[in-house]
């Protein structure tokens, strides 16, 4: 009588076989867990930066209480408001497309200034924007409302955000950014 008391080679090959197949099923469930994982992080992140995006320029100009104007050109927007010397503050919104990004920056202009400041050193209020505009009348005067337009995307998740933004203030618009400076001066 033989005693056994270990496994044949065919056997360890067998065992080891199906524990490779048990390993590379779990593995393909965690690289499948691991992309989820990075797909919904990639889409919370971008709705975030979005909401937050939009919230932080519908804020300025809700409040507006002198004037707007956006160059589709340069993708500048700068909301113009009164302190209570009646000089203007200067906030000022500029889209980069190469660096896909929305920068904020502000100045304040004296009434009795006679040139017109650009707006300090910006911050960087956004990345990951790939797409940015404002839709104003397109004749100067009265301005009601508008609507922001936003296109964020980071790795594979995108966002679009439109606003249309009702102004509470009585605020006006033109189609230069000095001619709005010159309006509102004089009035």
Known sequence: ????????????MISIAI??????????FLVVGSRSYTNVSSSVTIQTQAQQTMAQIQEYLIDCNGGVFWDDQSKLLAVVNFDQNRDFMIHA?????????????????SKDSTEIPPPDTPDLMASHLTAFSI?????NGALPSLTAKMTFAFRAATQDTNQT?????QAITAT???DLIQTLRAD
């Not at 839709?135 to 004749?139: C, Q, R, W």
């Not at 933004?165 to 203030?169: D, H, P, W």
């Open 135 to 139: 839709s104003l009348p397109t004749t």
């Open 165 to 169: 933004i009702s102004l509470r203030n």
């Open 19 to 28: 524990f490779s197949i048990l390993m590379l099923s779990v593995m393909g």
């Open 93 to 109: 919104f500029q889209y980069d497309a190469e660096k896909k990004s929305l920068s904020y920056g502000e100045n304040k202009l």
């Open 1 to 12: 009588m033989k005693h056994n008391k270990g496994f044949t080679l065919i056997e360890l």
């Open 176 to 178: 230069t950014y000095e």
